[in-house]
């Protein structure tokens, strides 16, 4: 039975994910930032007769991060890789930005590099994105930053340090920023996912962004216009891509149809 790892899961789009990935026979675990809310998720999903285990991760904890990565070295290796936990935060000044890329995109970096031995030779990695992450938000000489070939991780760095001071300054404008923390955390995460595929080369394991849409959950609000088995469909595709035939390998997709950076 493949394993499966969903973060942010014991609601919304990462509970949707779970239960769909558990539907099409995989072992998920469902992790949470609170260990009751992520255990009582995926109780109500084995009463349903599917395969789920719950663990407490916090994206912004390495603690938990590494405490979970240890349990998982007794675990067969993971075939599919969630990265679906992330944050909106209220108000906008240098704290917000700084909290809102440390959970948005480092989270999903911390969770990769510490399962990273612990996935199968032929995983699947899945950042769940946002279309506010696209690049047509950003001014052309950061586009052109964020698009380079040689994009690293260290780059990405510099970026995600430039965006927290400049808004700190008040400056985040006239440097090409837009005045939106999840904005900018999404695209680093995009990033990420282009970085991460060449860091990937040779190797039959790949990774790939999903933009979901905007979708009824929490932080979708109710006026959004995808349900959540719509917003979920494009995260399993990404989740379960073979690797017969020409997957593809670090792209940005929705309902599994690629879409600009």
Known sequence: MPIAVVTGANRGLGLETVRSL????YRVWLTGRDAQNAEDAASRLRAQALEVQAARLD?????TVNAFAERMASEPPIEALVNNAGTTLQGFDAEVAARTLDANYRGAVRVTDALFSRLAPDANIVM???GMGELDKFSPALRERLLRPDLSRARLEELAAEFVQ????GTYKAAGFPSNAYSVSKALLNGFT???ARELEGSSRRVNAVCPGWVKTRMGGTSAPRSL?????GI???ATLSREGRAPQGGFFRDGKAISW
């Open 22 to 25: 558990a539907g099409r026979g």
């Open 59 to 63: 994206i912004a904890d390495d603690s």
């Open 128 to 130: 769940v994105s946002s």
């Open 166 to 169: 400049t808004v700190e300054r």
């Open 194 to 196: 282009r970085v991460l």
């Open 229 to 233: 088995e719509q917003g979920v469909s």
């Open 236 to 238: 399993v595709w990404a």
